[in-house]
């Protein structure tokens, strides 16, 4: 039998926080039964919870601000936007006032916000349905982010998120809803995994116990398909093995569970589907340099989604989008891409 | 007193002079706007001396419409505030102490000087310096209010420009829809920082309003009484059966957007310091206004004197 897919992970995790802790309610478009969400995470939630689930107006902005309002009267309100392209509309709540209120009148003010939010290309829907905007939140005080993966149980994490009293972004990147939760420790015949870190802060993929792999990826969330498609080429080809560190942080970014994996690698990934220029995995690269400068044995390796929209046609929108191709060039040393 | 119907007004058309305080309630009212006018003019004055950083919008002129408003809320409220909001803050606590130390950065500032002049947060009282976001907000603290069964209400104050914000009427609809208890005063004294409302408000804010289904109160003049009594049963019907209301105050800005910018000429200030409520109020209470002009003013001298003397504030959250 097949481990639950991601999506029907995600809504077991709201009807569970839903049914443990009344101040927990939800906030976005369509989410209403028969439905449930454009994605279907809230499936069944309106018809259980009726007084906590609102389907808003097509609102971003003041609804994420309402639930700014609400966590300020000790509501636990979950935003789910819808693709995370309309999240520019919700930056200002995010910015200037969930965030700001942690901190901007002179003590800790308890902020439990959890933002779902939607991303990710290679569905076909074209350059405003398909991009992946974590880039554009980085480095804000107080305000946390984290990507779903096929690893990390949403059960336990969106538990852990509303809790944590800063609010806090979920990428969730829109191929990852269909596939199944790893949950085995064997990945497959050649791949198995654990979690590493005092908190389980990241899956750590590995060929056989990695004493000095000849490459780490850093690969959060659906990235981290593209990377074992190109550890296992690189394995099969030319006996290479690879380390991949599947992070559910993504900012601030948790580097002290997997310094020794880098310190040790001779060669470092850091890859995602956002685009260069201010990204997350620059930011990733300088926390690694300025810990590790001189124990180094190559440049860290930045991989992106080139630097342009994202194409509708299933063979354009390749030729934009991070693929596995790429992170296999990188690996072997072949060539680096921007 | 009267509440006005129709298109908008001119700029020109402030509103008129009225006898105002409230008979029953006379003293603390007079209190109250003459702590809110005094806090504002000592602020004024220790930015002339260059005693204060930063800026600050003081709401001269304005004073009436908290000191009207705040003995309708009740302990369960809570009060969104914007950037010319110390008279809101002053009608809830008659804290100048705290505020004044709070904008000098000194210790015993309601927000340890972190928040400054527009960034307050105590007791069921929040402002923020970005306009348009606190109305959503307040629709989201109307909604846990009415789901939590009390009679609470959220209170948003906005000023005119704040409508030019799409989030006002993203939130209008939500709380039509959601029959919230979210009350929107809009304190509407026709100017946005530098800019005339003839230059970026087209239609009436009571039309705008009206669109969402929204009842709205276009109110004219500074009798307190009068506000109350009509204002009062409107919260009161708010209270018992959940709804949004707009209550727009046609009102009139004396001083600067904040400290000196007013491009508006000295003869249309004057006009408007002539239809200001002070000297009507003074010459209805003389004894009573001139007694309690001179505790407040010996009260915020004593402020003056002593915030300096405060060890400057501790902040320990910078990371």
């Not at chain 1, 969730?172 to 420790?185: A, C, F, G, M, V």
């Not at chain 2, 109160?217 to 307190?224: A, P």
């Not at chain 2, 239809?275 to 309690?292: G, M, S, Y």
Request: net charge negative.
């Amino acid at each position: 039998m097949h481990a639950e897919r991601i999506v029907e992970n995600l809504n077991r995790a709201h009807h569970e926080l839903f049914g443990r802790d009344p101040a927990v309610c939800l906030i976005g478009e369509d989410l209403l039964d028969p439905y449930g969400g454009a994605f279907k995470v809230s499936r069944d939630l309106s018809t259980r919870f009726p007084e906590r689930v609102l389907s808003a107006p097509i609102s971003e902005c003041a609804f994420t601000g309402m639930a700014c309002g609400m966590a300020l009267a000790g509501e636990k309100p979950i935003v789910e936007i819808m693709f995370g392209d309309f999240i520019g509309y919700a930056f200002d709540p995010l910015w200037n006032l969930a965030a700001k209120s942690v901190s901007m009148y002179g003590r800790r003010v308890p902020v439990h916000l959890l933002v779902r939010c939607t991303v990710g290309g290679n569905r076909g829907f074209g350059a405003t349905h398909s991009q992946s905007p974590q880039k554009h939140f980085l480095g804000i005080p107080d305000l946390e982010l984290f990507e779903v993966n096929p690893f990390h149980d949403n059960v336990e994490l969106l538990g852990e998120l509303i809790d944590r009293g800063n609010p806090v972004l979920l990428f969730e990147n829109k191929t990852l809803y269909s596939r199944h939760r790893i949950q085995d420790d064997d990945l497959d015949d050649l791949f198995s995994w654990r979690f590493i870190g005092p908190r389980q802060e990241f899956a750590q993929i590995y060929i056989e116990e990695p004493e000095s792999p000849d490459a780490v990826i850093i690969a959060p969330g659906s990235v981290v398909f593209p990377a074992l498609e190109a550890a296992r080429r690189a394995f099969l080809d030319h006996e290479m093995e690879t380390v991949i560190l599947t992070p559910a942080q993504l900012h601030p970014f948790p580097l002290a569970p997997i310094l020794d994996d880098l310190a040790r690698a001779k060669r470092i990934l850091v890859i995602e589907e956002g685009i260069a220029g201010g990204s997350w995995a620059e930011s990733v690269a300088t926390a690694i340099y300025s810990h590790l400068w001189g124990r180094l044995e190559n440049p860290v390796i930045c991989l992106h989604s080139k630097t342009s929209i994202i194409p509708c046609a299933r063979h354009l929108e390749e030729r934009v989008l991070l693929q596995s191709g790429h992170v296999f060039e990188a690996l072997i040393g072949e060539s680096v891409r921007a | 007193m009267h509440i006005l119907h129709g298109s908008a007004q001119r700029i020109s058309v402030v509103p008129p002079v009225v006898p105002i305080a409230a008979p029953e309630s006379a003293e603390a009212d007079i209190e109250a706007l003459f702590l809110i006018r005094g806090f504002e003019r000592l602020l004024l004055d220790l930015f002339s001396r260059g005693v204060l950083n930063g800026t600050t919008h003081t709401c001269l002129g304005q004073e009436y419409i908290p000191v009207a408003l705040s003995p309708l809320f009740e302990a369960p409220d809570f009060i969104f505030s914007n950037h010319r909001g110390h008279g809101h803050y002053l009608a809830r606590f008659g804290d100048v102490e705290g505020l004044l130390l709070e904008i000098m950065g000194r210790a015993g500032g309601v927000c340890n000087g972190v928040g400054g002049s527009q960034h307050l947060f105590r007791d069921g009282f929040l402002s923020t310096g970005v306009l348009g976001e606190s109305v959503p907000a307040a629709a989201g603290m109307a909604w846990s209010l009415k789901r939590r069964g009390g009679r609470g209400i959220a209170v948003a104050y906005t000023g005119d420009g704040g409508w030019g914000e799409g989030s006002v009427y993203e939130t209008l609809n939500m709380a039509s829809l959601w029959r919230l208890p979210l009350l929107v005063v809009v304190e509407n004294n026709a100017m946005a920082q530098s800019s005339h409302a003839e230059q970026y408000r087209a239609g009436t804010i009571e039309d705008r309003a009206h669109a969402f289904g929204v009842r709205a109160l276009r109110i004219g003049g500074c009798d307190l009484a009068e506000i109350r009594n009509l204002v009062g049963p409107e919260i009161a019907a708010m209270r018992e059966r959940p709804r949004p209301l707009v209550i727009e105050f046609a009102t009139q800005r004396l001083g600067p957007h904040s400290k000196g910018d007013d491009p508006r000429s000295p003869e249309l200030v004057a006009e408007l310091w002539r239809r200001d409520w002070e000297a009507p109020l003074r010459e209805r209470h003389p004894a009573l206004c001139e007694r309690t002009a001179a505790r407040v003013g010996a009260r915020l001298e004593e402020l003056r004197a002593t915030a300096l003397q405060k060890p400057l504030s501790e902040w320990t959250d910078a990371r």
